[in-house]
């Protein structure tokens, strides 16, 4: 099958889209979309579209053309980035030098993922069949949808990408430090000690068995470490003393093998009780991946908190909406007592020990448009849904809908309306449980992006202290509003509706309705706080990120004073439901 539509391409298109006013979506007499952008000089691009997206996510066929005075000329794709990067009325005031840096990596990106498709182990495999959780994360050939550079990873040279890389097929073994315990930062939570989670991570393996019992004996622990990192690591002043004053001592790469997940810094080894979050100083998307102190820790507070049997009935057991809880760290003090955040280890529960075989697929896999020509993944999953219930295509695709809402969206607003806790549940950290295709449950990862509202503050403050302003992860509405609904409905579900349009009969505004009754429904059976639900509900614009601005101004998003700015409006097409219910 012949595909012009070039994935990358269109995740660097779409998000330009989203957030210049320059480019235009034309629709002409013969049914036809078409994307212009009109440039300098009497100039434009043109380029038509094969799926022309009410919520932004359009297919293309490519390549594009460059219509001048002149005549007509195809564009490569390093032609096509050149020409929009050098329009200034399109691209601002930014420097030549964030010029350069953003045209780079963007080129960088699109050939890091064209070598994905060219080389990963999986191929095809990816959109035509059930996908374990392992192939799951590592079959994200195409990553973020709506970000310009989203496979950039330009610390990672081309033989550290083949090692580390998730969509490369990447897999190896870790580095285990001995260390001393004075000079070690661990935290644990739901009273099981440190030392406990460490036995069970490394039982599976006599060597480390032996390795750890012999640090204890001597008042040191295990650490484990990303090798990639462990050269980031070397470099730090006071690892170097500590390595010569034999306070660390680096035991080489042992234990079992482990496989980086579609975020690369987290780590999946199947069967064993944890998978590990390291810090990983490559930047991805729009930071560098190191994790601080602040930021694991929420991790452990939250376990803390869904040990309250009021939280803990919210979870489902197995099936439904779960959480892979991040209940453990451990890190190195520097030679000043302060943590070195490039040392910092996470340990999340991987609910998938005893059922790696489970069909468990992150999101943004399932949605990702699919670049050997074909359908995605989660249109495939409803057509086989389809086939086996004898319903037509259009009818699976709305009951596989309801049933994401269900079990994701639904039990996500919960959480904010009803506990005031909040999870940034964009599509890389949200892993469909299905069965036979078909949604069952869904796990949420990632602890970092966890916040608490006032309401959270009402029902358990004496957990989370009573200073609201002192908790770093306390958010107000503003905060609720930006980022819990940008996450969830416009980088998640979104997505998915495209995702299934672009590929079966079914309009985007159907699934629009869809969710709409899910959260009203939710609305109406009397949420403690519904302002949120409210907004997502009938507010005519929806606060979105704008990562193409984001990526081109260089900001690392994790360090800028107000991430605010990096955020705009986006017609919200949940409003036109009410409208139509109202007219
Ligand atoms: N739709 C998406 N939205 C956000 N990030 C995405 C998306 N698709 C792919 N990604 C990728 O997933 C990662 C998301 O970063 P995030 O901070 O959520 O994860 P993490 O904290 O690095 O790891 P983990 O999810 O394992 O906890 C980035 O590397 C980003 O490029
Ligand atoms: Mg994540």
Known sequence: MVNKNQPSLACFLNSLARESQSVQLLHNQDGEHSYQLPL?????IHIPLSYYSTLGSHEYRLPAQLLTEQGTEELTPEQLIEHIVNEPALVGVVSEEQKSIFAKRVLESHHNTQQAIDHSPYQQQLFNNQLDFKTAEQGLLIGHSFHPAPKSREQFSLSDAKRYSPELGGKFKLFWLAITQEIVTTGSSASIDFTKRLEA???????????????LQQGKTLLPVHPWQWHVMADNPSIKAYIATKQIENLGQIGATWYPTSSTRSLYAPNLPYMLKFSLSVKLTNSIRNLSLKEVVRGTRLNELFQLPELAEQLGEREGFQLMQEP????????????IDESLVAFRDNP?????AQEAVVLATLTQQNPYGGSSLVAQRIQHYAEQQDITPRDAATRWFDAYCRHAVVPLFNLQANWGIVFLAHQQN???????????GMYYRDCQGTGYTDLAFGLFGDKLGDDKQA???????DKVRRYFAYYLVINSTFNVISAICANLDVEEMELIQVLHRNLQTLLDSGVKDDLCLRYVLSSDALCCKGNFFCYLQNFNENSIPDPAVIYFDLVNPLAKVEELTHA
């Open 430 to 440: 949200i892993v469909m449980q299905l069965e036979q295709g078909f949604p069952v």
């Open 471 to 477: 908790l770093e992860n306390y958010w107000n509405q």
């Open 328 to 339: 453990a760290f451990i890190g190195i003090n520097d030679l000043s007592d302060e943590i």
């Open 201 to 215: 991570l490394v039982a599976h393996d006599p060597i480390l068995v032996d390795a750890l019992h012999n640090a």
């Open 40 to 44: 300098s000089h009497s100039r434009s």
């Open 352 to 356: 998938l020990m005893y059922n790696p």
